[in-house]
C-alpha cells in the first residue's frame, strides 16, 4: 500500500488468487480511511488518490514469473527460516542481476537468508512496523556482506515511501525489538513473581513512561505465539542470557492456544 501510494509500481504476491482479492480489498479500505485524514476537505482528490494507488497495483501467484522486471523483492512471509530461503534461491534464480532482495523480517538473521542466494551484496533486512500505512519507521538491515550502494538504495527507498530509516546491523531483534521483546519479558517475569497484578504493570507504563500500550495488552497485541517465537529462537543463540530466559507462563498459554487478541484470550480475554 505505502510503496504503490508513493507512486511505485507494486506486485503483490500470494499463495492463492483468493488470499490476494481479500488482501486488495483491504488495501482499498486502509486507503479510505487515508483520504478521510488526507483530503478531508477535498473529496475528488481522495477518490483520484485511491484510483492511481490502486492502478499502481497488480497481483500475481507466481513469484518466479513476475521478478523478472523487478528492481526490489521485499519478502514478508511465515516466519520460518526454512521456507524464507527457499524462495529466495528460487528467486535468485530468475531475478535480474541488478534486482536488490530485502526481507521484512523481526526476529531472523538476515546474513543466513543472504547466504542462500549468489547475490550477499544485494540483499539487506527492511524491516516495517504494524501498522505499516501509521507507523513512520523502517529499519534498514545492513549485513556484513550488503554493499554501500545496496544499503543507500534500501534508505533511499524506505524515504520514497514516506518512512524515516534507521540503520543497524544483523543483531538479534534489530532496534526495536532487541529492547522492546527483553522490556515485554521482563513484565511477565515480574507478574510471575508475583510483583504486581498485570493491569497495574500496564497502566504503570502507560501512565509513568507514557506508553500507548502496557506491555500485556502489547503482547496479546501482537501475539504470544509470535513473542514465545522470537525469545525461544534468541535463547537457542545466546542460551545464558538472562534476558532470553523463555517464560513458563507464556509457554502456558500459547500451548493452552490462549494468543491474544486474535484468539479472543491471551493474558486478557476479548470479545
Not at 554501500?148 to 538479534?172: H, I, M, R, Y
Not at 502507560?206 to 509470535?226: I, N, Q, R, S
Request: with cysteine.
Amino acid at each position: 500500500q505505502v510503496a504503490a501510494a508513493s507512486g511505485h509500481a507494486v506486485v503483490l504476491v500470494d499463495q492463492s488468487d483468493e488470499i490476494l482479492k481479500k488482501s486488495t480489498k483491504g488495501i482499498e479500505e486502509s486507503l479510505k480511511r487515508v483520504i478521510k485524514k488526507k483530503f478531508a476537505d477535498k473529496p475528488e482528490a481522495g477518490a483520484e488518490f485511491i484510483k492511481k494507488t490502486l492502478k499502481n497495483l497488480t497481483t500475481s501467484t507466481d513469484a518466479a514469473s513476475v521478478v523478472h522486471s523487478t528492481d526490489l523483492v521485499i519478502e514478508a512471509i511465515v516466519e520460518n527460516l526454512e521456507v524464507k530461503n527457499k524462495l529466495f534461491k528460487t528467486l535468485d534464480k530468475f531475478a535480474p542481476e541488478h534486482t536488490i532482495f530485502a526481507s521484512n523480517t523481526s526476529s531472523l538473521q538476515i546474513t543466513k537468508m543472504a547466504n542462500a542466494t549468489t547475490r550477499q551484496d544485494r540483499f539487506g533486512g527492511l524491516h516495517f512496523f504494524n501498522p505499516v500505512p501509521m507507523m513512520k519507521l523502517v529499519e534498514v538491515i545492513k549485513t556484513p556482506m550488503t554493499s554501500q550502494k545496496t544499503f543507500e538504495s534500501l534508505v533511499d527507498f524506505s524515504k520514497a515511501v514516506g518512512k524515516s530509516p534507521v540503520s543497524c546491523k544483523d543483531t538479534p531483534g534489530f532496534i526495536v525489538n532487541r529492547l522492546l521483546v527483553p522490556y515485554m519479558m521482563e513484565a511477565v517475569r515480574l507478574f510471575e513473581r508475583g510483583d504486581a497484578s498485570k493491569e497495574d504493570i500496564d497502566v504503570a507504563m502507560k501512565l509513568g513512561a507514557g506508553y500507548p500500550m502496557g506491555p500485556f495488552e502489547l503482547l496479546d497485541y501482537v501475539g504470544l505465539d509470535t513473542s514465545k517465537y522470537i525469545i525461544d529462537g534468541w535463547h537457542s543463540l545466546e542460551p545464558n542470557n538472562p534476558l532470553f530466559a523463555p517464560s513458563p507462563l507464556l509457554n502456558k498459554l500459547v500451548e493452552e492456544k490462549k494468543l491474544g487478541k486474535k484468539t479472543g484470550e491471551g493474558f486478557y480475554k476479548y470479545k
